[in-house]
């Protein structure tokens, strides 16, 4: 655990920490009277050098010319220099100075002892020396509290905070928290904001270890968190449910932050709380752990009651959830199955909205999921979760997830959506706006980082690009439920081990929740076979019959006997390259083979009028073909033809609907043709 020394402090805050240094009484009345001694030093120093300087110059004329002189000097350097501080200080300063060099200019000539001389010595030192005992007195208290003037230099003025004051801070293990009071008119918490790297920098720490959270009674009141050493360095392995076999309305519990307490994910609404549900969008670079973190949170809702998961991933298929299948009621593996359960969804929201108010519920509780008082099953929560989307936006709509988003929440559904890049190019900011929720990993550029994360965060000192991929599961949580003032707190997700996942697949089978008769209906009608004839995933449990456990016995029999088969080819080759003599010519050239040739008639550029022709001929084409309905895809099967990107020919898309090319349909992606003569396609 990490010390009071290992923090980095405030300047007055050193003071306070060395206080307490050192053994014994005298030790410490000596560390508590250190700060007043040096206006008492300065006092008898001033007299001692008087006596030689006496001796050296009581008879010279040039002397006393140049002492006066550089006595005028020093006062008028004390007051220049004092015009970046308050004018009480200035001035203060000011008078002691003019007063000492006086008086050793006087006594320097005329001896210490002379006339009233001593007098003024032995009384005005001691008080000058006090009046700056009774201001640091007053400039600080025991608390650590700093009065006028302590915050005008030092750290925060070398980082642009000119007259900040510290008047409260808490130090604790590895993490210090500061409350600053910023000039009014002058800073801003803004400002605080902006300076957060320049003060990481002097603080010698990570980008990431200062956070700046404004006042959100005051502008002029900013806190500043530092946390010097990055407690997340070592990875966290899955300690298991968190709640097995309660609820989903319970927090899950997906990792720890930086100071041990615990990263979580609320999923259903609660009115007492004024939560809503929640979609939420998972970001993160490849190589950052998005998928692993992912898996985490899987895991956790799979050890649920009262919960239904419906999962796609037609990039990977079954490679990122391939342990936890078992747990799916839905696994969307491939794009006709992710394009029949965006229907489902669809179709879904508006039947169980409609129970809801059935049964008097203005959203999804708990409550939900157990036996209605008319005897009624209940229906459980519904989490929809779309890994690596997109691929799923790419080959469908960059909108294909906005209706589900602004409508899903009030029917007992979560969105989760999950790609590496939720830039304009890849998704809409409608959808974007719609998640409310983001849980960030490392990202390539603060860019990046925009997409995913709250400006709240960011202002905070959010910095997800600083850590890439080079600190996996590492990230940044801003979710509903959790506070704002985490929001810019490192994270890092648990890793979860497949021995984990698939002990979770098996214990809980028979805790899971079954989907429930309404949204079955719903599915059924908008997905029909793909969603009747859904694979159902086995678990590989102890229960299992013997021919089940020997037919994956020998399944993995033969994997294994075919990798011992493969491992032996490997070793042969290798032999083979063993005996090659690098020393030896290279055997002459006998045949030479042409993959390709180059092309004689290169494409050339297409410009926007033609390309737009080309693509209301190629809407002509379909119609003559006999289709009544087509989307962006079919347009981008023929992109050779026009040489535009996707989002310009979804932009193309639009402006056919607008124009009554094209009306819009049920389904997210496609678009009813209008024939020119303004007649409705046979046997729509």
Not at 310 to 328: C, R
Request: with cysteine; glycine share 10%; proline share 7%.
């Amino acid at each position: 655990m990490a010390s009071k020394r290992d923090l980095p402090m405030m300047p007055y805050e050193y003071g306070r920490y060395r206080s307490g240094i050192g053994g014994g009484v005298g030790g410490y009345l000596l560390q508590r009277a250190t700060p007043y001694l040096p206006p008492w030093l300065l006092c008898v120093g001033t007299g001692v050098v008087s006596l030689p300087a006496n001796q050296l110059w009581a008879d010279s004329a040039a002397a006393s010319a140049g002492l006066t002189l550089a006595s005028a000097a020093l006062t008028a350097t004390t007051w220049w220099a004092g015009k970046a501080t308050t004018a009480q200080r200035r001035l203060h300063s000011t008078v002691t100075v003019g007063l000492a060099t006086s008086w050793l200019t006087a006594a320097a000539l005329a001896g210490p002892a002379t006339g009233p001389l001593q007098g003024l010595y032995l009384i005005g030192g001691p008080a000058l020396a006090a009046s700056w005992n009774i201001r640091h007195l007053l400039r600080t208290n025991q608390d650590g509290a700093q009065g006028e003037g302590q915050g005008s230099g030092g750290l925060l003025e070398k980082v642009g905070l000119a007259k900040t004051m510290v008047t409260g801070s808490t130090v604790s293990p590895n993490k210090a928290t500061f409350q600053l009071q910023l000039p009014p008119g002058e800073l801003t918490a803004d400002d605080v904001a902006k300076a957060a790297p320049r003060l990481a920098s002097a603080l010698d720490v990570s980008p990431t270890a200062v956070r700046v959270h404004p006042d959100p009674d005051s502008h002029a009141r900013a806190q500043v968190t530092i946390v010097p050493r990055d407690m997340l360095k070592n990875t966290t392995p899955w300690p298991g449910p968190s709640a097995p076999g309660g609820s989903i309305a319970e927090p899950v519990v997906v990792g720890v932050y930086e100071d041990g307490t615990e990263a979580v994910l609320y999923f259903p609404g609660d009115p007492k709380q004024a939560r809503n549900a929640m979609h939420l969008l998972i970001m993160g670079m490849t190589g950052s752990g998005k998928s692993e973190g992912g898996l985490t949170a899987l895991a956790e809702i799979a050890s649920r009651r009262d919960v239904v998961v419906w999962a796609s991933d037609p990039a990977k298929a079954d490679q990122t959830l391939g342990p936890l299948l078992p747990a799916l009621d839905w696994a969307a593996l491939d794009m006709p199955s992710t394009v029949a359960m965006i229907e489902a969804i669809t179709a879904a929201i508006p039947a169980r909205t409609k129970w809801l108010a059935k049964y008097g519920y203005k959203q999804w509780e708990p409550a939900c999921a157990e036996t209605q008082a008319d005897g009624s099953p209940g229906m459980p929560y519904l989490v929809c979760w779309f890994e690596e989307a997109a691929k799923t936006i790419r080959e469908i709509d960059d909108d294909v997830f906005t209706g589900i988003g602004q409508e899903a929440r009030s029917a007992g559904i979560s969105l989760v959506v999950s790609l590496q890049r939720a830039s304009g190019t890849q998704i809409s900011t409608d959808t974007r706006a719609s998640l409310g929720s983001s849980w960030c990993f490392g990202v390539r550029s603060e860019t990046d980082a925009g997409f995913a994360l709250p400006d709240e965060a960011l202002d905070a000192g959010a910095a997800p690009h600083a850590w890439r991929d080079k600190k996996p599961g590492y990230n940044y949580l801003a979710a509903n439920g959790v506070p704002e003032g985490l929001w810019a707190t490192p994270a890092r997700s648990h890793l979860t081990n497949r021995d984990q996942l698939t002990q979770v697949t098996t214990v809980f089978a028979d805790v899971r929740a079954e989907v429930d008769a309404v949204t079955e209906q719903a599915a059924r009608q908008a997905a029909g076979s793909l969603f009747t004839d859904r694979a159902r995933h086995l678990t590989d449990s102890p229960a299992a019959s013997p021919a089940d456990a020997g037919r994956l016995g020998r399944h993995a029999r033969n994997a294994d006997a075919d990798a011992d088969e493969q491992d032996h080819d490997d070793a042969e080759e290798a032999e083979e390259f063993e005996h090659i003599d690098p020393e030896q010519p290279l055997s002459p050239v006998r045949t030479v083979l042409q993959l390709a040739t180059p092309d004689q008639n290169p494409r050339r550029a297409v410009g926007a009028d033609e390309a737009r022709q080309i693509m209301a001929d190629l809407l002509e084409e379909f119609e003559a073909a006999g289709r009544v309905e087509v989307g962006p895809k079919d347009f981008m099967d023929h992109c050779d033809r026009f040489g535009r990107s996707r989002g310009w020919v979804s932009g193309q898309v639009s402006a056919m609907v607008l124009t009554g090319r094209l009306r819009e349909t049920d389904k997210p992606g496609r678009y009813r043709i209008i024939p020119q003569d303004g007649r409705v396609l046979a046997g729509v």
